[in-house]
């Protein structure tokens, strides 16, 4: 690609969709990718104003991301956008991803993958046929500490795995926020824009998928609790799902929405033979060491700290004690995206450090679970086998 | 009882059985509880032994509880023990607390009630038909900030709950310690001396009490994953419970033995409509309360602090930020039991405060819980009814 | 200044120079700012290197600052760089920000403001002279907790002030890193290339600024233990100052770059009449605000979080419990400086919020706690006044 | 002393005097000490109640301190106390303890150890000159994990010492609590009782001494910010000391009694060459270790933790993760002055883990503190040399 940053477009991200700025903020930090156009609404009024708010120039906000696809395909090399970065609602995932990849564009696409299964598995196929770049954003597998635990983890530090905690509360959906107009809520309570999960897809997807990403153990069976709590509601907002992995590893799931009182503070433990990890997003930047018979460690997310993991090292931009947050570990994703997709556009081999995101494979295990977690919630069986037949 | 202190005697405590202390040391803490006699091991010379060292005079430590229990009925009124604490392994539990029921002495007993459900009926019966007073130290609930918790549930402060987690979390049965000539270790798991369940029974009704203490609510379901991880053991070692409770809330328990690195974190969290409560024994003198609306609250152990409940203000002995531990959460079991008895032998009313202990029915319940986990772990079916038909 | 990003010119914050890659983070985050020059280097062949790694035009990317100043004064206005920014060793703050300002253009400068008092109060002149927009990169009154807390204390929530506890340790110069090529360590340890101030120049001035925001009241007094303590050094690396404000209350500043094992974690503790708040970087989204007589708050960051006051909700991105961290915290000082000058250049009134950047005062203080405290620490008198007779 | 309990007279701690329950809990938690007497309060009437309802025997519940050593003195072998334990306010330290040492009583004293620097000498020689074994509460000592970071310290572990802060903040005498009938707060702000110092005397000896204890170095130099906040008090119930160590290490000691929403929460922290430790009572069953270049460690309490230094497993009662507080580290004190004073008796040598307990020398120490911090806080000389002289 030579000496430039890369163009991004966007499909979403209008007025009061919070998703579209924090993936703006998380593609802006490191100064190698630059927004050029967008078609940040379904109404073309809304998208050019959008644009006009974003700072691009009239006739790159687009009415829709049909005629974006279109258009930026028809503009000459130095001007066309690279890839595109959708942020829609489930339900307008499957669609322009699938144009753009056919398109030639590559692809950055908010969680879950897509509204169903079937479209997960159509759009893991049309991925691997064109060979774009695609990245799911699964944020929090951008976290240094998180990486560091991965990292230790595949080293056999904490030997066989044994258990794993993976829990996501959150309390905003404690009451029923969609009937007051809040925006984020409407969709995401609605079967016909979130799909068959409310909590399982929003949130249960980000754990399952932190708990395949560190222990790089698969889930292979799920027995599951699925409720709705809040009356009137129609999708699960909370959960606990126990877990069988691959290895012979047991494990629980918690994901809700409506424990009054939490935040986001998605959690990790991992247990192995000799020892443990303890991650949580809270205190991001410290991952908990433990072990059966020396002092527990704490290690520490920084640019300048000597014991840390090439890999964890890599996706750290401050010095120790300076925190890093959410933005930079949803920024750490952009970046590795955009420099394998440079070492693609250059005929390169890419670091094994950038092809470290989320990916295609990791959208369909989502959408695996989401099927499959709400199957069980509704069956007698105890168990039901996490796999797609 | 007049102005004196009541005598106690003990069954099991003998050498290398930690538990032991941890009864005397909290028995004695507040000056109202006299260890007199004691049968301190099914070994009569060890018996002897641990009595010379517990500076008892030689006549009163026993060489079997049958002994103790008839020798002492013998004794005059100024001198007989007024109550047996038995801290034996589970499958001295139900003989010589029936016993000492039968020959008029109050029982404290050490958790869980008995080795089997039948035998926890079978007491529960003679506690109710004798009328002596019955505390089970399930330690947790002694603790001032579980106390506040209940309280403010109770108080209706969170409003209707929604979910209850509760996990304890442990490492040190991470490898065959059992095969090590660990006694601890040994009687725990082997199902001869501590029942059909390892862990489950051993921490897994801590937690199940702790939450339905707090919480106020019966779980009337479970959905187990029981598990032994460590090769060559018999017993469950780790396991986690999908929980029904009375009112329709739904919840979670964690119970491990093999987290290798944990040490006895005990926590709860529990969910209403308008916030949350969280404790957890590392950090045993705060409680956080979450509110949807509001910023959270840290509510704090201190005998000086304002805004506590009775009960919680009640089992305080330090001013706040002086640390209250696991010996006074345990001491205030055997203070609220000996004032209980107290009043009942000089014929008064005992105050709400003092009754305030786990009794046989907590005990049955805890019984009937070890149960039916182990029926659901080995089940194919998804619920399993917690009713003792 | 119309529908366009503010542009940025860059001195110094070549290779090697951390603080720059941060500056330049900072300012990219909102998508208001854009990097459009720089002097990266006294060596203008590293400067050159510096334009084309971070994807300027070749001509933007000057030798000096000099030129960079005169250069950019020659373009048209839809070209010309609108601020710079100073990201130089302390020696090189007050000649460019000098000529900046006399060329018309803002100016943002790391801190400390200048080598010296006597260099501040002349550039304090300029600004004021001048009238241009000038920001001084105190970036831990970015944090919106930070904001929250001088909010409270401003709306007298405490009552009176009467204790200010804030403190830095540090522990990256534990050893001789000066000896051993460290670059940061090199110019920071140099009088030539530092001032009169090691540590207390570095970091101690950050405290004494948090401290004075936060609390709303000047310092007035200084009584400080100034220490070199590891050997060969020149400046200070070492110190703590016992304080007094100007209504009376009284403090103490810790400061320490030889705190072995230390990172970053300022933290500031403030204690008025009726409570005190806490805050500290470590847990920079959380602010703790203790009561006499009701538990203590615990007030969290959040675009999301009803509580907050308006300008701790104005200078958050993320819903809370995605925790923002330095860099976010750096972005608001850039964004807000961004703003105002945005508002001047239209001839519009900034927003209060907007104005809310440390500026030449705090800069001309922090030169002033520096000349005094290190005066303080070869006195045997016991107080020294902090005024600039 | 063969086979039997230690036998304990009281001074002091009658109604109202929360310190006397604590030293009784500390007394009786390891069964080798027994209460047999007491001179519970200036007021006869009240003393005798005070043993009514501790259950002593009316005859052991003296009029007055002078009477109960006499009496006691004429007592046989087998009945007499063995020692007493003053728990009076500071004008009623020197006198008792002077009688009790005078016959033949060991003593235990709470703290600061005198109302003044020249009766501390006194009793000094006193206890010199008698030999008899004599304690001084002060109870932060008492802690495993302030042992352990002794020892770790002692080993050379951190390296040579460079910096210690200590710090003792409370706020519960933000307002003027004597004004109101509190009798803790009466004493403590009344120079005839509490003597020079008010928060200095009270709980700034506690942080002195801790600083003396886990680094094993002595404060050589002083230099005082002492602050009377409150109006209409008359003591110090503020102040902040830089200090001076004997091997040229630097610190900082705060303590206030106005830090309004504090608590008790000692903490200290000490920083080597190679690393640093903090320990605070509020997580007093850890230890942070903190290293240059290696992530932080993190010990804790238990019986059953392979990793730690003999003393502190010897000062420990539970499994790790039941925490212990307050009152078992007061307890520590109580069980080592016991098993010292046993040794006594018996001819034979204390372990080296029993005479660990603060001694006369550093009862001494304390009271130099007070007398030079108060001499400093009223000099316009910076440094105040720490000697007797």
Not at 2 to 12: E, H, T
Not at 191 to 206: E, F, K, L
Not at 357 to 382: N, Q, T, Y
Request: aromatic share 8%.
């Amino acid at each position: 690609m030579g000496n430039r940053k890369l163009r991004m477009g966007m499909i979403g991200g209008g007025p009061g969709a919070f998703i579209g700025d924090i993936h703006r903020m998380a593609a802006r930090l490191d100064g190698r990718i630059e927004l050029v156009c967008g078609a940040f609404s379904s109404d073309p009024e809304k998208s050019k104003k959008a644009g006009e708010d974003l700072l691009l120039p009239p006739d790159r906000a687009y009415g829709s991301y049909t005629e974006m696809i279109h258009r930026e395909g028809e503009l000459p090399d130095d001007k066309r956008m690279d890839f595109v970065s959708i942020v829609t609602p489930n339900h307008v995932h499957f669609e322009p991803a699938k144009l753009a990849l056919q398109n030639g564009f590559h692809v950055v696409l908010d969680k879950p993958m897509t509204l169903n299964l079937a479209e997960a598995q159509k759009l893991k196929q049309l991925v691997d046929q064109t060979g774009q770049v695609f990245c799911l954003t699964h944020t929090y597998t951008g976290y240094p500490m998180v990486k560091e635990a991965r990292h230790l983890i595949g080293m056999g530090k904490l030997g066989e795995i044994r258990k794993i905690y993976v829990e996501y509360p959150q309390g905003w959906l404690a009451t029923r926020l969609e009937a007051t107009g809040n925006k984020q809520a409407d969709w995401r309570t609605d079967p016909a824009r979130s799909g068959v999960a409310g909590s399982m897809g929003d949130i249960g997807t980000h754990a399952a998928n932190l708990a395949e990403y560190v222990s790089g153990l698969k889930i292979t069976r799920v027995c599951a609790d699925i409720n709705t709590i809040v009356e009137g509601r129609v999708l699960d907002d909370d959960g606990a799902v126990l877990l069988k992995f691959e290895n012979g590893a047991s494990g629980v799931l918690l994901a809700s929405q409506v424990a009054a009182g939490e935040e986001n503070n998605i959690k990790l433990r991992i247990y192995g033979e000799k020892g443990g990890i303890e991650w949580e997003q809270e205190a991001a930047n410290r991952l908990l060491v433990k072990w059966r018979d020396k002092p527990a460690e704490v290690r520490r997310t920084g640019n300048n700290v000597s014991y840390l993991s090439k890999v964890a090292a890599y996706n750290t931009r401050t010095p120790a004690g300076h925190p890093e947050g959410y933005l930079e570990a949803f920024a750490n994703l952009y970046r590795n995206f955009a420099n394998t997709v440079a070492a693609r556009m250059n005929g390169e081999q890419p670091e094994p450090e950038w092809t470290d995101f989320p990916d295609a494979e990791d959208g369909l295990r989502g959408m695996l679970f989401i099927e499959k977690v709400i199957e069980s919630g509704r069956s007698d069986k105890k168990w039901i086998l996490m796999d797609e037949s």
